[in-house]
């Protein structure tokens, strides 16, 4: 039977999260299964039961060094844990942080300094390095794409677009400068579901854009894909009022974000945040 793939549980402020998600997807990219609370914990789930059993089914924790990090009671404790554990701990220093307010198992130990470098980069530094720490990943493991450029937001669209919906208009305006990725998928063969897929494993956040009379076959393959690969929290659905139907009908199955855009005003008319 084929082991599993080594798990690291990442410790984090909250506050953190956008370069958080980032270092945990090119874990998951490197062969390494990730736990996060944001992701993994579910709805009704007991906190501190989950995490300890979390840490004990993990083989590394990652604690992310900030200086709001440093002032969470919550991470030190995660810290104790993994440690009395005898875990692989794999600290970063995400944003600069004075050694001294180091907890003292961390400040004799080396730290990865990602923010010197963009995250991308940082993130897959980190990844590798840390792919080498837990040792050989196991035979037939999941896909790498070390070597390649994350995305930072992949647009798919679906449907007629006589009048295409601009990706500026849902996007962050501070995308600019990080790598999207915007292509019509149809016809959807066998070679070009094999292509998004890709794309999908290397994504921070996937946008199902649903132009005028998108085919629910369609919509319903891709999305399952994408909801399968980044959950619901990292999908987004985006709409004219011709398919706002069938658009509201996945984000509410996959509790994902619906945004309906008006061609009158060239802008989002309306955002619905659908998310559990």
Not at 20 to 42: K, P, Q, S, Y
Not at 78 to 102: K, Q, R, Y
Not at 145 to 160: E, N, P, Q, S
Not at 182 to 203: G, H, V, Y
């Amino acid at each position: 039977m084929q082991e599993p793939n080594p798990q690291a549980f990442i410790s984090y402020s909250r506050a953190d999260w956008r370069y958080v998600e980032n270092l945990a997807r090119e874990f998951r990219c490197a062969g390494i299964a990730t736990w996060v609370d944001i992701e993994n914990m579910r709805p009704g789930d007991h906190w501190e039961p989950a995490i300890r059993s979390a840490i004990r089914s993990s083989h590394a924790f990652v604690f992310c060094i900030s200086p709001l990090c440093m002032e969470s009671g919550r991470t030190f404790r995660e810290l104790e844990a993994a440690l009395s554990l005898g875990l692989i701990i794999f600290p970063v220093m995400i944003e600069p942080t004075p050694i001294d307010a180091l907890p003292e198992a961390l400040k004799r130990r080396h730290i990865v300094q990602l923010f010197r470098d963009p995250p991308s980069i940082a993130s897959k530094r980190a990844a590798e390095q840390l792919a080498r720490a837990l040792g050989p990943p196991p035979p037939e493991n999941t896909p790498t794409v070390t070597g390649r450029d994350t995305i930072d937001a992949l647009i798919l669209r679906i449907g007629d677009s006589g009048r295409p919906i601009p990706a500026d208009d849902f996007l962050h305006p501070d995308w600019g400068s990080q790598v999207i990725v915007d292509r019509k998928i149809m016809p959807l063969d066998s070679a070009n579901f094999t292509t998004i897929a890709e794309w999908l494993l290397r994504c921070s956040a996937a946008y199902i854009v649903l132009e005028s009379t998108p085919a629910k076959e369609a919509v319903a393959l891709v999305s399952g894909v994408a909801f399968a690969i980044l959950g619901g929290r990292r999908l987004n659905f985006v709409c004219t009022v011709a398919s706002l139907d069938v658009a509201t009908e996945f984000a509410d199955l996959m509790q994902a974000r619906l945004i309906e855009w008006s061609a009158e005003t060239k802008s989002k008319a309306r955002v619905e945040i659908r998310q559990t």
